[in-house]
């Protein structure tokens, strides 16, 4: 069949949960054997969120083939098991960025650039861009995708996000009701002090879409309290929209329930056969009600301590989702507790990690709260206690390992401190002539080739040769490996084309390991990450002795 584009909008409010709704029905549709794929445009004018401050966008997701991207883009990677690629995370700084190319180069042989129809004829182009490019690990050769899902950042209202709208209007027009349809996403508020909830909010937010031209076929309500049928048949009778496509989303204990709770209302359904298709039996989803039983049975509780200098939820999104996922299968609810590495002292040190069966040493970038994170690797390994430290965590590991065992009390890294006469970390040759900030990293999946017998080869299942996701500038310095080496702490793993370090281990201690790659990048809610399991696995077992 042709493919199908389903369009997805907010309105009354930001982070109202489009991006769970987009990877719930994508999951809805790929377990009715459709192939499908989800993207990302976001109205910011950033070329990509790689510059922004985690507090402005939260986490920063990388691609296996090295866009930094949207932290949406891990929901829809974890809820389908699909790796996404840098077509699937668009910006207005994208889209402006390759007009102008264009329009530099002459390719538009000296008409006046406008908003309409050139910067909305390149979000078509990109919009329809998916629908026939391979994904990673396709066939190139395979048939176009049966459904593109498309989610539009912003909020209904929002001057930049107008553009957008009025490129899934036209398109909408070009492709006829069959091939094109959009959700709308809005908040149903509580007023407490009434006792009522209100759906004029909602009301508006359509009329407001309804002016832009689009008339959203399916409504899905954003609500803390259940939705009445009669206010359900209200909202539909003032939107224009039929009573059994409006959806209610209700706050569940998870994230993970809202692909049931959309199949039980039947959201996948009513999009089909508002495209014509006859839907057919409705998918059992075993592994997923599984994975949901799994976490429900899951009432013992695992202490994990998250040191970094973000005290936000968002930034270590894709670490926390690992960590759950791991606890999980391990039969635990993991508990996570924020410890600012800002305000970590040897003399705090143990009063802040106490109760912890294990913590992990966050990733990020500049020198706030780094020595922090040095105090922590030196109190989780001459105690003995399962640590995790992911690209900056690795790095601050291999730091503290230097100053306190092999004896160079001045060790840092070269980005932290550039005349450190002990660069144990220092910048990737080929990266010292780049000043340009973002998109210069090493970002993406490499190979590591492990080091078999090591705790990580056991922990990958003893593969010989993984692929994980990077994204930083500066590498272990193998000139100081030797001396790692024989004071204990050893390279478990390497990149076979450049001879990097990938993995620092110490295999005297329970589970003491540093990645230089990300490996919250990979896990899904069916493929959990078999380093955060085996991390989980050693807290837990060592919870178990103390």
Same mark, same amino acid.
């Given at each position: 069949?042709?493919?199908?584009?389903?369009?997805?909008?907010?309105?009354?409010?930001?982070?109202?949960?489009?991006?769970?709704?987009?990877?719930?029905?994508?999951?809805?549709?790929?377990?009715?054997?459709?192939?499908?794929?989800?993207?990302?445009?976001?109205?910011?004018?950033?070329?990509?969120?790689?510059?922004?401050?985690?507090?402005?966008?939260?986490?920063?997701?990388?691609?296996?083939?090295?866009?930094?991207?949207?932290?949406?883009?891990?929901?829809?990677?974890?809820?389908?098991?699909? *790796?996404?690629?840098?077509?699937?995370?668009?910006?207005?700084?994208?889209?402006?960025?390759?007009?102008?190319?264009?329009?530099?180069?002459?390719?538009?042989?000296?008409?006046?650039?406008?908003?309409?129809?050139?910067?909305?004829?390149?979000?078509?182009?990109?919009?329809?861009?998916?629908?026939?490019?391979?994904?990673?690990?396709?066939?190139?050769? *395979?048939?176009?995708?049966?459904?593109?899902?498309?989610?539009?950042?912003?909020?209904?209202?929002?001057?930049?996000?107008?553009?957008?709208?009025?490129?899934?209007?036209?398109?909408?027009?070009?492709?006829?009701? %069959?091939?094109?349809?959009?959700?709308?996403?809005?908040?149903?508020?509580?007023?407490?002090?009434?006792?009522?909830?209100?759906?004029?909010?909602?009301?508006?937010?359509?009329?407001?879409?309804?002016?832009?031209?689009?008339?959203?076929?399916?409504?899905?309500?954003?609500?803390?309290?259940?939705?009445?049928?009669?206010?359900?048949?209200?909202?539909?009778?003032?939107?224009?929209?039929?009573?059994?496509?409006?959806?209610?989303?209700?706050?569940?204990?998870?994230?993970?329930?809202?692909?049931?709770?959309?199949?039980?209302?039947?959201?996948?359904?009513?999009?089909?056969?508002?495209?014509?298709?006859?839907?057919?039996?409705?998918?059992?989803?075993?592994?997923?009600?599984?994975?949901?039983?799994?976490?429900?049975?899951?009432?013992?509780?695992?202490?994990?301590?998250?040191?970094?200098?973000?005290?936000?939820?968002?930034?270590?999104?894709?670490?926390?989702?690992?960590?759950?996922?791991?606890?999980?299968?391990?039969?635990?609810?993991?508990?996570?507790?924020?410890?600012?590495?800002?305000?970590?002292?040897?003399?705090?040190?143990?009063?802040?990690?106490?109760?912890?069966?294990?913590?992990?040493?966050?990733?990020?970038?500049?020198?706030?709260?780094?020595?922090?994170?040095?105090?922590?690797?030196?109190?989780?390994?001459?105690?003995?206690?399962?640590?995790?430290?992911?690209?900056?965590?690795?790095?601050?590991?291999?730091?503290?390992?230097?100053?306190?065992?092999?004896?160079?009390?001045?060790?840092?890294?070269?980005?932290?401190?550039?005349?450190?006469?002990?660069?144990?970390?220092?910048?990737?040759?080929?990266?010292?002539?780049?000043?340009?900030?973002?998109?210069?990293?090493?970002?993406?999946?490499?190979?590591?080739?492990?080091?078999?017998?090591?705790?990580?080869?056991?922990?990958?299942?003893?593969?010989?040769?993984?692929?994980?996701?990077?994204?930083?500038?500066?590498?272990?310095?193998?000139?100081?490996?030797?001396?790692?080496?024989?004071?204990?702490?050893?390279?478990?793993?390497?990149?076979?084309?450049?001879?990097?370090?990938?993995?620092?281990?110490?295999?005297?201690?329970?589970?003491?390991?540093?990645?230089?790659?990300?490996?919250?990048?990979?896990? %899904?809610?069916?493929?959990?990450?078999?380093?955060?399991?085996?991390?989980?696995?050693?807290?837990?077992?060592?919870?178990?002795?103390?």
């Amino acid at each position: 069949m042709q493919t199908k584009y389903i369009f997805i909008t907010g309105g009354v409010a930001s982070s109202l949960g489009k991006g769970i709704i987009s990877a719930s029905l994508g999951k809805l549709l790929q377990a009715r054997g459709y192939r499908i794929t989800i993207q990302k445009f976001d109205p910011y004018i950033n070329i990509d969120p790689g510059t922004l401050n985690p507090y402005e966008h939260g986490e920063c997701y990388v691609t296996a083939d090295g866009m930094e991207t949207d932290l949406d883009l891990g929901h829809y990677e974890r809820f389908t098991g699909i *790796e996404t690629t840098r077509d699937n995370s668009v910006t207005t700084g994208r889209i402006y960025l390759s007009v102008i190319e264009r329009e530099r180069r002459g390719d538009y042989l000296g008409k006046t650039i406008q908003v309409v129809p050139h910067i909305t004829d390149e979000i078509k182009r990109r919009i329809q861009l998916n629908a026939s490019k391979p994904s990673l690990g396709r066939d190139p050769n *395979e048939q176009p995708l049966d459904f593109v899902i498309t989610e539009i950042g912003g909020t209904i209202g929002d001057i930049e996000s107008q553009p957008f709208l009025e490129a899934i209007r036209q398109l909408r027009w070009e492709l006829g009701p %069959t091939r094109a349809l959009n959700i709308h996403l809005t908040y149903v508020p509580y007023l407490a002090a009434a006792g009522e909830l209100k759906t004029k909010p909602t009301q508006t937010s359509v009329k407001q879409l309804q002016g832009l031209g689009i008339q959203p076929e399916v409504l899905v309500l954003r609500t803390e309290h259940t939705l009445s049928d009669e206010l359900r048949a209200k909202v539909a009778h003032f939107c224009n929209v039929e009573v059994q496509a409006v959806i209610q989303s209700q706050d569940l204990p998870s994230i993970y329930e809202v692909p049931v709770n959309m199949q039980r209302q039947g959201l996948d359904a009513i999009c089909l056969k508002k495209m014509g298709i006859e839907p057919g039996p409705v998918p059992e989803l075993g592994p997923w009600r599984k994975f949901l039983e799994l976490r429900k049975q899951a009432t013992r509780i695992i202490q994990i301590g998250l040191v970094g200098k973000y005290d936000l939820q968002d930034a270590y999104k894709s670490i926390l989702e690992s960590l759950a996922h791991a606890g999980t299968y391990n039969g635990y609810k993991v508990k996570t507790t924020f410890v600012n590495s800002e305000q970590l002292t040897r003399e705090n040190v143990a009063e802040q990690l106490a109760g912890m069966a294990g913590f992990v040493i966050c990733p990020g970038f500049g020198t706030r709260g780094i020595e922090g994170k040095i105090i922590a690797a030196e109190y989780g390994r001459t105690h003995d206690i399962p640590t995790f430290g992911i690209c900056l965590g690795m790095q601050m590991m291999v730091i503290e390992f230097a100053r306190n065992v092999l004896g160079f009390a001045d060790a840092n890294s070269s980005e932290m401190e550039r005349s450190t006469p002990h660069n144990v970390i220092d910048l990737m040759e080929e990266q010292k002539s780049i000043t340009q900030m973002g998109g210069t990293m090493r970002l993406g999946a490499y190979e590591c080739q492990l080091t078999k017998g090591s705790r990580t080869w056991q922990a990958y299942g003893q593969q010989s040769l993984i692929r994980e996701r990077h994204r930083h500038r500066y590498e272990f310095n193998n000139q100081y490996l030797d001396e790692f080496e024989q004071h204990g702490m050893k390279c478990a793993g390497v990149n076979p084309a450049a001879n990097l370090v990938e993995i620092v281990e110490i295999p005297s201690l329970h589970w003491y390991i540093g990645t230089q790659f990300h490996p919250e990048y990979s896990s %899904t809610v069916l493929h959990p990450h078999p380093l955060f399991m085996d991390f989980i696995k050693a807290c837990i077992d060592g919870a178990a002795e103390a």
